[in-house]
């Protein structure tokens, strides 16, 4: 009886932690420009190669542009410098196409199309995850995603000479990364019922 009983616990242990495995994905973020105006969504989701992201953005000058993750879920404009620098967590150094890098956080170039748009294109940031772990883009309270202005170079240190940071989105698990409305007073509160 001992038996079944320790058999019969281990396999409620095992469905329930089975259950307790969050979806993470996918993720839905919104992208500003460093006015604080909307740009569109980036749209996160586990991929076998890591974390595939799919764009769908306005209002961007045409033609290629960097694109990495970042360390914090952090989007002050008008610079976004508060994202920190590239998500690295094994020390390497910049640049896909560098013998010793890359980060995590970096990514192959994106192209605006002639109007300035990036429709259903798809990047993918290799080796990372959206599950816990050590290259978790959701680790502590999570990442930020960059375009930068120009191209990545894939070389050069610390950010491939891309230029400034033109767009920012915040990679956390939050149930919204948009910006909070002003609530109505009239709604709430004593003077509802006058």
Same mark, same amino acid.
């Given at each position: 009886?001992?038996?079944?009983?320790?058999?019969?616990?281990?396999?409620?242990?095992?469905?329930?932690?089975?259950?307790?495995?969050?979806?993470?994905?996918?993720?839905?973020?919104?992208?500003?420009?460093?006015?604080?105006?909307?740009?569109?969504?980036?749209?996160?989701?586990?991929?076998?190669?890591?974390?595939?992201?799919?764009?769908?953005?306005?209002?961007?000058?045409?033609?290629?542009?960097?694109?990495?993750?970042?360390?914090?879920?952090?989007?002050?404009?008008?610079?976004?410098?508060?994202?920190?620098?590239?998500?690295?967590?094994?020390? !390497?150094?910049?640049?896909?196409?560098?013998?010793?890098?890359?980060?995590?956080?970096?990514?192959?170039?994106?192209?605006?199309?002639?109007?300035?748009?990036?429709?259903?294109?798809?990047?993918?940031?290799?080796?990372?995850?959206?599950?816990?772990?050590?290259?978790?883009?959701?680790?502590?309270?999570?990442?930020?995603?960059?375009?930068?202005?120009?191209?990545?170079?894939?070389?050069?240190?610390?950010?491939?000479?891309?230029?400034?940071?033109?767009?920012?989105?915040?990679?956390?698990?939050?149930?919204?990364?948009? !910006?909070?409305?002003?609530?109505?007073?009239?709604?709430?509160?004593?003077?509802?019922?006058?």
């Amino acid at each position: 009886m001992k038996k079944f009983l320790a058999i019969l616990f281990i396999i409620f242990l095992i469905v329930l932690t089975a259950c307790q495995d969050e979806s993470r994905t996918p993720i839905e973020i919104d992208m500003y420009n460093p006015d604080g105006d909307s740009l569109g969504k980036a749209t996160l989701a586990e991929d076998p190669k890591g974390v595939k992201i799919t764009l769908n953005l306005s209002g961007l000058n045409p033609g290629l542009h960097g694109i990495h993750v970042h360390e914090y879920p952090k989007c002050e404009g008008p610079d976004f410098k508060s994202a920190g620098n590239h998500l690295n967590p094994d020390s !390497k150094l910049h640049g896909l196409m560098h013998p010793e890098g890359p980060h995590l956080g970096d990514m192959p170039n994106i192209e605006a199309d002639p109007d300035g748009k990036l429709s259903d294109v798809e990047v993918t940031v290799q080796e990372a995850t959206l599950k816990d772990g050590k290259n978790s883009l959701l680790k502590g309270e999570g990442t930020s995603l960059i375009i930068t202005e120009n191209q990545d170079d894939g070389i050069t240190q610390p950010g491939g000479n891309s230029g400034n940071r033109i767009a920012c989105g915040q990679i956390t698990l939050e149930e919204s990364n948009e !910006k909070e409305t002003p609530s109505n007073p009239a709604d709430d509160g004593p003077q509802k019922d006058k």
